[in-house]
């Protein structure tokens, strides 16, 4: 229970960071930074608590149940491959934090910056800790959304819109490929649960499923952490602010992938299928970037195409599928993580203080910056791999495992690229330090201004920098115990017996390693001239591809959807109902048998009969007149009222009541929706096409009529009711089973449907919020100008009824609220009784005046009732219980009595506030556009400028 509390304490820190400083946004930069650097180190010490067991090889979890019935459980597992990533996350992500407090410039949106920070270290702690699949897909989407907002951080910069755009699409293509993956690993697993499936390797591989969920696997893999062809968005990434560009694409983000890789490597390793592709794909990719990074000339860019070459590697040795090339890779996350964001600080550092990245305008920085200088060469003696740093060690690791892999048959092919990509390696990590800070200055601007910035600044880089050379002067005693857990934990047993050191004698990995630094010396000594060379040589452009491939795939897309989904309501409508048709005639062909059931009839009264034709000639009369609008409107009140007796009829108050409401409301939004519309709408249907539209509404009818017949008539058999009458009382506390099913036995079903409700509004305001300006204004203004007018806007009876009926019909709507869980009534019956109350002042006293008086916002109504709605939830998963769950309690209080009081109530308060806040904000919109347009039509002004309006005024051009 212990550890259950700190895991789900560990991964809620960043998301209750961000919440506090998205609630503080107004704050000062110290206050944010204070709150994310705070919740990274309660994180980190967290994590350190359970360091020594995992270390030990324990693996502490916790699960609680969330849905079960799709496997999909919060559970939440360390061990040790999960503790070395995540205080990579949080540790990182604290000092990238303070770079960022020293870094970020006054007066930019800290607030906002801080909490998409915290936003997305929460979403990286939940993947690596997740111990369910689907778990692990939720935070894997997380990732790619708070990246986004990241990456686009500085929205007034072009190319960081763009970044953000490629990244979002290519990392959630990827997403997508990965949850079809996700989901056909646990079919063939049997199970979504982490442990299970990681038991289940022989299983999972000797499934017919595994070609198909392993490309897909690595597709999401391949996209997350940029490899070749999905490279091309991380570079264009380096948008982002210098701390996020440290903290994602260094440490966190785009070695997701690489963890996914690991963490899934006893269930996908050993096949020849997964050892040929992801050791061929890290290989490219290794090669190809490091020769890209040699010939950048932006800092950033340069550390994004050697971050993609470093990722190649990690993908590589974890394609290997070997047990001492796994030890490898864990070792050069560790070392790669270190010296990677300390350069990438370093980057932002030196444009913080010389104005400019362009490694061609620097040089000899050196002597205005030398504790710079002093990070950034140790930390690039790391990412070339030279002694005693620690990238040495990872990197003859890599060398000495190479010519275990004979690709294609090639036992010479690994070895040979491997050495070629640690030669370019070299190269640009030896020009990345010596034309930054020695030789000559090139350009004499940047250099005037250039100095070592603050210890806050410098400080978390020269920490990474120090852990970097430790790795190298002290590997085993400062990550040996780590290295052999975190391996074991990769390849599903104990990890094979190795000696972290920088000597091991002469060997193969000795001498290409010596081959791969004398190569990459040899570059830098005729960089100029290789420059020139790659400069003459056409280039392709993958982001000038990608958008092009865009461009093309949205021509088609469109076509198609103008081809399919044409434009017409009229041609929709008929496909629509005409596909209905089909399956009717085809489910009716292929049942067979009568159409009559056993289920006796029940006799039709007198009345019932007349209220049927009733509803049938009003259903004839809407037809027939459809374009007397107002007149179909009394028609259609007519059908509603038949259709709330029937309900009456058949014993179902609840029903009843929700239909009248709905009915009244809608009615009387329609009728505030006239005025937006034409007095006499346009002619749409042809006679022929009217023949064909009553022939298919006819054909429909009959046949719709026919299967309800069939199904009434067939007899209820086995349901559910009983279980729902039986239940009611004594597990949900009310006698109203309709009220009971709504807010306990289905209440996700309500909660779902409240959010689309709430949604449904929302697009109402935006899509009305543009009526009544410009062009659409002036139509309206002209529609209403052709209207007749009453003389008396607001009559004065109708004024006063409406104040008297307000607060009695308030009462009612309180009185229906109170009661739902016992009698007819509830929440969603109780706001629309409310919101009749406020329509009618609207209507009785006019928009201006009803919004005068108004004290509440519907926006801000319709998200309380949401949250207010999720909060119950949530609140029963406190204490243990599946979300949703309700409880009650009886009470007894002098002069009142014993009472009841269930927690189903605060959910019934959700959904009133969601139905009431939609409603009214349908009903404010409507209301208030016709005065805007009337008023902008009377001053003669464009509705949207406030310009004189010719169109508006009736004056030709």
Not at 635 to 652: D, H, N, P, Q
């Amino acid at each position: 229970m212990a550890y259950a509390l700190t895991l789900f304490t560990l991964v809620a820190l960043p998301f209750a960071a961000a919440l506090v400083i998205a609630l503080v946004a107004n704050g000062s930069r110290a206050l944010h930074s204070g709150i994310a650097a705070a919740a990274s180190a309660a994180g980190l010490i967290l994590l350190a608590s359970m360091a020594g067991p995992v270390i030990g090889g324990a693996v502490p979890s916790a699960t609680v149940s969330w849905v079960p019935t799709l496997g999909l459980d919060l559970t939440l597992m360390v061990d040790a491959l999960g503790l070395m990533f995540a205080g990579l996350i949080l540790g990182i992500g604290l000092l990238v934090v303070i770079f960022g407090h020293f870094y970020l410039y006054k007066g930019e949106a800290t607030g906002r910056f801080f909490a998409s920070l915290m936003l997305f270290q929460g979403a990286m702690l939940g993947i690596v800790l997740a111990g369910n699949v689907l778990l692990l897909l939720v935070f894997w989407e997380l990732t790619s959304l708070s990246s986004f907002l990241l990456i686009g951080f500085w929205q007034h910069k072009a190319e960081g819109r763009q970044g953000a755009r490629m990244a979002l699409a290519v990392t959630g293509g990827g997403g997508l490929a990965l949850i079809g993956g996700m989901v056909l690993l646990g079919l063939a697993a049997g199970s979504f649960d982490l442990a299970t499936i990681l038991e289940r390797g022989a299983q999972v591989q000797a499934s017919p499923l595994y070609p198909v969920l392993l490309g897909l696997i690595l597709i999401g893999c391949f996209t997350k952490s940029a490899q070749f062809p999905f490279h091309f968005w991380l570079p264009h990434a380096m948008a982002a602010p210098t701390p996020v560009s440290a903290y994602l694409h260094s440490a966190t983000m785009v070695k997701a992938g690489v963890f996914l890789l690991a963490r899934l490597w006893p269930v996908l390793a050993g096949t020849e299928a997964y050892t040929v592709i992801v050791s061929s794909v890290g290989l490219i990719t290794m090669v190809f970037a490091a020769t890209v990074a040699l010939f950048r000339h932006d800092l950033k860019s340069i550390l994004a195409y050697s971050t993609i070459s470093q990722l190649g590697l990690l993908v590589m040795l974890l394609g290997f599928s070997l047990e001492m090339a796994a030890l490898a890779a864990v070792l050069h996350i560790l070392n790669h993580a270190a010296f990677k964001a300390a350069l990438f600080m370093v980057a932002g550092i030196v444009d913080h203080e010389t104005g400019t990245r362009d490694i061609r305008r620097l040089g000899g920085l050196a002597k205005a910056m030398p504790v710079t200088a002093l990070i950034a060469t140790l930390a690039a003696a790391s990412m070339a791999g030279l002694p005693p740093m620690g990238g040495f060690i990872s990197k003859e690791l890599m060398l000495y495992e190479t010519p275990n892999i004979a690709l294609f048959g090639l036992p010479w092919l690994v070895p040979l690229l491997a050495t070629v990509g640690a030669t370019f390696s070299v190269g640009y990590s030896l020009r990345l330090a010596w034309h930054l800070f020695f030789g000559q200055p090139r350009k004499a601007e940047p250099h005037e201004r250039a100095h070592d910035p603050s210890v806050g600044m410098w400080a978390p880089s020269a920490l990474l920098t120090a852990l970097a050379v430790l790795l190298g002067l002290v590997p085993m005693l400062l990550a040996g115990p780590l290295v052999g857990a975190v391996t074991g934990a990769v390849i599903g047993g104990a990890a094979p017996e190795f000696d972290l050191a920088l000597w091991h004698g002469v060997n193969l990995a000795l001498i290409l390693s010596m081959i791969a630094v004398a190569g990459g010396v040899l570059l830098l000594w005729r960089h100029a001239g290789l420059l020139r060379a790659w400069d003459s040589i056409a280039h392709s452009d993958a982001k000038r591809m990608f958008e092009t491939t865009l461009a093309f795939a949205d021509i088609w897309v469109r076509k198609a959807i103008v081809a399919v989904h044409t434009p017409s309501l009229q041609r929709m409508l008929l496909m629509t109902f005409g596909v209905v048709v089909a399956f009717i005639i085809d489910g009716a062909l292929e049942g067979g048998g009568a159409i009559t059931g056993v289920q006796p009839g029940i006799p039709a009264s007198a009345p019932a009969i007349v209220a049927w034709a009733l509803m049938i000639a009003a259903t004839a009369a809407v037809v027939n007149d459809s374009r007397q609008r107002f007149r179909v409107l009394i028609y259609i009140s007519v059908i509603g009222l038949v259709v709330s007796l029937a309900f009456v009829r058949f014993s179902a108050p609840d029903l009843a009541l929700t239909q009248i409401s709905v009915e009244v409301v809608t009615i009387l939004l329609l009728l505030l929706a006239l005025n937006l519309l034409p007095k006499a709408p346009p002619l749409i249907s042809s006679s022929p096409r009217k023949w064909r539209d009553g022939a298919l509404a006819t054909a429909g009818g009959v046949l719709i009529g026919g299967l309800a017949w069939a199904m009434l008539t067939r007899g209820a058999g086995e349901t559910i009711s009983a279980f729902h009458l039986a239940n009611s009382k004594p597990g949900g506390g009310g006698t109203n089973v309709v009220n009971v099913i709504l807010v306990d036995f289905r209440a996700f079903d309500t909660l779902g449907e409240i959010i689309v409700l709430g949604i449904a509004g929302l697009a109402i305001f935006a899509l009305l919020d543009s009526a009544a300006r410009g062009s659409a204004g002036a139509r309206l203004a002209r529609w209403q100008e052709d209207m007749p007018h009453s003389p008396e806007s607001h009559p004065m009876m109708f004024v006063m009824a409406s104040r008297i009926a307000l607060p009695l019909t308030l009462t009612v709507g309180i009185y229906l609220f109170l009661r739902g869980h016992n009698q007819p009534g509830g929440g969603f019956i109780a706001a629309l009784v409310v919101a009749i109350a406020f329509l009618l002042q609207y209507l009785a006293a006019g928009y201006d005046w009803t919004d005068r008086r108004r004290r509440f916002s519907e926006h801000r109504m319709i998200a309380w009732g949401v949250l207010v709605a999720m909060a119950t939830g949530l609140g029963a998963m406190a204490f243990g219980a599946p979300f949703l769950t309700s409880t009650f309690e009886y009470f007894t209080l002098p002069l009142i009595g014993t009472f009841e009081l269930a927690s189903a109530m605060l959910f019934d308060t959700g959904v009133f506030l969601t139905v009431l806040g939609a409603v009214l904000l349908a009903l404010a919109q409507l209301s208030h556009i016709s005065q805007r347009a009337a008023r902008a039509y009377a001053e003669g002004l464009d509705a949207e400028t406030g310009e004189p309006d010719d169109a508006a005024q009736g004056v030709a051009p």
